[in-house]
């Protein structure tokens, strides 16, 4: 039996409303975003960030381990090998989220082997904003939120390491395009007799439906949300 990490049971219909709602106060919140800017401090929808305006502002002696820069060896082709600073590294990730969540976010459905692989990117961004000193602390709040909601998905603990985190969604995206390479090539044949990796690999695709259905809606709203303002500052 072929096991695939970050492979996790369909939460409950519950779970799920809980996550939307959750989801819905984030949008409701992120319309008025401009709005936000313009009122005093106490107002901010953020906890630090009333007190810490910039990364550099906060002594990491002060801050929660989710706001702390971790050193990662990022799975292999994840970066090109000429993205070798945090800051090189902080762009092709935003351009990723970019391209894939916000301009990209109306092929989701049809390509979730992308979706899922590149919620690691999301994470990655993240992760290397943490290394930059000049970051908005309000801009890291919200996007921890992001992707806090993105993990939910997948059944990701909101508390582990943004490698962790990174490695699951990555080997569950390149299962999933191995079972969409596989499924692609079997419709083209008329007769075609499965073999037992393929029948496995779509059982686990079926499987993975119903919970990619709630990692789409979590992935296009969080990241648009939160990460489409950011995006145009790393560009």
């Given at each position: 039996?072929?096991?695939?990490?970050?492979?996790?049971?369909?939460k409950t219909a519950s779970l799920v409303i809980k996550i939307l709602i959750f989801?819905?106060?984030?949008?409701?919140?992120?319309?008025?975003?401009?709005?936000?800017?313009?009122?005093?401090?106490?107002?901010?929808?953020?906890?630090?960030?009333?007190?810490?305006?910039?990364?550099?502002?906060?002594?990491?002696?002060?801050?929660?381990?989710?706001?702390?820069?971790?050193?990662?060896?990022?799975?292999?082709?994840?970066?090109?090998?000429?993205?070798?600073?945090?800051?090189?590294?902080?762009?092709?990730?935003?351009?990723?989220?970019?391209?894939?969540?916000?301009?990209?976010?109306?092929?989701?459905?049809?390509?979730?082997?992308?979706?899922?692989?590149?919620?690691?990117?999301?994470?990655?961004?993240?992760?290397?904003?943490?290394?930059?000193?000049?970051?908005?602390?309000?801009?890291?709040?919200?996007?921890?939120?992001?992707?806090?909601?993105?993990?939910?998905?997948?059944?990701?603990?909101?508390?582990?390491?943004?490698?962790?985190?990174?490695?699951?969604?990555?080997?569950?995206?390149?299962?999933?395009?191995?079972?969409?390479?596989?499924?692609?090539?079997?419709?083209?044949?008329?007769?075609?007799?499965?073999?037992?990796?393929?029948?496995?690999?779509?059982?686990?695709?079926?499987?993975?439906?119903?919970?990619?259905?709630?990692?789409?809606?979590?992935?296009?709203?969080?990241?648009?949300?939160?990460?489409?303002?950011?995006?145009?500052?790393?560009?």
């Amino acid at each position: 039996m072929v096991t695939y990490p970050g492979l996790v049971k369909f939460k409950t219909a519950s779970l799920v409303i809980k996550i939307l709602i959750f989801l819905t106060f984030i949008i409701f919140s992120s319309s008025n975003l401009e709005a936000a800017k313009k009122k005093d401090k106490e107002e901010k929808d953020c906890t630090y960030c009333i007190k810490y305006e910039n990364l550099s502002d906060w002594p990491e002696s002060e801050r929660p381990e989710a706001f702390i820069y971790e050193k990662i060896d990022y799975p292999e082709k994840m970066f090109h090998k000429n993205h070798k600073t945090s800051k090189q590294k902080q762009g092709a990730a935003g351009k990723k989220v970019y391209a894939r969540f916000v301009k990209g976010k109306g092929e989701l459905n049809k390509y979730q082997h992308h979706m899922i692989r590149d919620m690691a990117y999301f994470e990655a961004l993240f992760n290397e904003m943490l290394n930059d000193k000049n970051a908005k602390v309000e801009t890291l709040e919200g996007l921890k939120k992001g992707r806090e909601a993105m993990r939910m998905s997948l059944n990701i603990s909101p508390k582990a390491k943004s490698s962790e985190a990174i490695l699951k969604f990555w080997a569950t995206g390149k299962m999933l395009f191995v079972a969409y390479k596989k499924n692609k090539k079997k419709k083209k044949k008329k007769a075609k007799e499965l073999t037992p990796e393929i029948a496995e690999r779509a059982a686990v695709l079926a499987s993975l439906k119903k919970q990619i259905a709630t990692a789409k809606v979590n992935a296009q709203r969080a990241a648009t949300i939160k990460a489409q303002e950011k995006i145009e500052e790393v560009k």
